[in-house]
């Protein structure tokens, strides 16, 4: 019998927006109760700080060399600081003793091929601040084992595709600076990411607009999106296969000659339409959206009558990458895999995370 925990998941995603924290009850399989969720938004100078290292990180060698210098070791205390203030801050909510923190970093580096990630946190402060059993690391003993090492929230899609199962929705998609998705055929989980979510509309808002992001899908809904370079863009994709990207995988520098809003309304379609053909090309018909995309109008109305906000079936978007962390730490400890061969294409189905008890 799987043993359940209070369990705290953190999430900082590929955005470099802020972090995410969910205090939870689980054990991993088919407990699951969300109590709290938090989030705080980093500074300017934090989200500078994190965009010049990861942009500094083309291969493990020079991680090796990033790691020595003050950029590194002050970004990375501030990032952990956070976590535990977070992270106390749920502690303190809790009417309950919180026993288990599945704590996923910062990805500043993710190489499949290489069989190399690397996560931004300090466990090791964690554990002596907290002094509570940290899962980390949970990508690793995938990519060890084949796999690609992402996506690893499909499993906890998939429970939640199992509350909803009177609903009858075929797919969890998640729209954050990448766009993933977890899919049942056949009675199997198959998942992916799919392509560019929110990271090309950022990059965009942020250069031509001088704004974090476009609230709302609000600046692309005032201008048509150049069909012949989205179509273009899009018709180089390929489903056949497992695939993780990073943002690093995508660029705005064939989008340049366009005009700023007709570039923002492209990049738009592009995000909605790369989901729209995969659901056509695997026979997927109704999907529930996850992640900070679903609030972009531009991008739902492209997906009118095939995607539902997730928040309409008593969840929250922007929370369920660190709730499913806090579910993936109580299956790591409790020995059942996170992931599949039809998720990453691991050899065979596995656990996965590193465990640092106090």
Known sequence: MSKTFNSIGTMSGTSFDGIDVSLTTTDGKDVFNNHYNLYEQFNDELKTNLKELKNSIKNPDDLIKIKKTKLFTQTEDKITNLHIKLIKELILKSENEVNLIGFHGITLFHDAKKQFTYQLGNTEKLSKELKIPIVYNFRQNDLKHGGQGAPLAPVFHQFILQQLKNKNFDAVVNIGGISNISYIQNNKLFATDIG????????????FFNIDYDKDGEKSLTSKPDLIVANNYIDRFSFNKNTSYDFNDFSISEFRSLEK??????????????????????????????????????????????????DEFNYDGDFIESQAFAYLAARSVNKLPITFPETTGVANPISGGEIKTV
Do not use: H, Q, V
């Open 196 to 207: 560019p979510g929110n990271c090309l509309l950022d990059e965009w808002s942020k250069i």
């Open 261 to 310: 809003d007709i570039g923002l309304a492209t990049l738009s379609y592009i995000t909605a339409n790369l989901i729209l053909t995969f659901l056509n090309e695997k026979k997927i018909n109704k999907i529930l959206i996850s992640g900070g995309g679903r609030k972009n109008k531009a991008i739902m109305n492209y997906l009118k009558g095939r995607a539902f906000d997730i």
